[in-house]
């Protein structure tokens, strides 16, 4: 069983930075990918950035630029920074592993951008 904890939702200003973190139970660089998922009230869910175990990334539009995923093997953790943060970026935040055709999510974090 692979639990995942976030944190480093806050409230921040638009133009300001975050850095999200996600430590998992296990060894992430057994996991065949990890991910951070946003949902916004009212708004379904949606993938904002993904690591693979080989290192490579990809993000939705909207961050391309701004966010960016990055893990610590050592520390079981990846992280999602996030810069020139805007007021639609405000949702919470979760994260999610792969592992061996299972999906294991965290209980997420909000982030709240204000103008």
């Known amino acids: 069983q692979v639990q995942l904890v976030e944190s480093g939702g806050s409230l921040v200003q638009a133009g300001g930075s975050l850095r999200l973190s996600c430590a998992a139970s296990g060894s992430i660089s057994t996991f065949n990918a990890m991910g951070w998922y946003r949902q916004a009230p009212g708004k379904q869910r949606e993938l904002v950035a993904v690591i693979h175990s080989g290192g490579s990334t990809g993000y939705v539009d909207s961050v391309k630029g701004r966010f960016t995923i990055s893990r610590d093997n050592a520390k079981n953790t990846v992280y999602l920074q996030m810069n020139s943060l805007k007021p639609e970026d405000t949702a919470v935040y979760s994260c999610?592993?792969?592992?061996?055709?299972?999906?294991?999510w965290g209980q997420g974090t909000q982030v709240t951008v204000s103008s």
């Open positions: 999610k592993a792969v592992l061996s055709g299972r999906e294991y």
